[in-house]
């Protein structure tokens, strides 16, 4: 069983930086670990991913080029650094983990992000 814990969310005001991070209990057990987003009345949105190797893809468009997926060296937080935020980025910031090229088997509790105007 691996556990992730997010942590960083809060409020800020458009054009503001936040960082969120996510810690894993036990980074040997997964191989992927991504960040997903929802906003109230909205599904779930997969906004990138990073491997044990440190390979790292983004999805959704409406973030690239203002948020960044990095880990630390021992590869057991991950980390979103998102800039220039809008208010349309306010949702709960989820974290998961699993195997490369499966399912998402582990999920944080969700930070919520809040961006006014």
């Known amino acids: 069983q691996v556990q992730l814990v997010e942590s960083g969310g809060g409020l800020v005001q458009a054009g503001g930086s936040l960082r969120v991070s996510c810690a894993a209990s036990?980074?040997?057990?997964?191989?992927?670990m991504g960040w997903f987003r929802q906003a109230p009345g909205k599904e779930r949105e997969f906004i990138g991913l990073?491997?044990?190797?440190?390979?790292?893809?983004y999805g959704a468009d409406s973030v690239k080029g203002r948020f960044t997926i990095s880990s630390d060296n021992a590869k057991i937080t991950v980390y979103l650094q998102m800039n220039n935020l809008k208010p349309e980025d306010t949702a709960v910031y989820y974290c998961?983990?699993?195997?490369?090229?499966?399912?998402?088997?582990?999920w944080g509790q969700g930070t919520q992000v809040t961006v006014s105007s």
């Open positions: 036990r980074r040997t057990s997964v191989d992927t």
């Open positions: 990073i491997t044990r190797s440190g390979g790292i893809t």
């Open positions: 998961a983990a699993g195997p490369t090229g499966g399912p998402w088997v582990y």
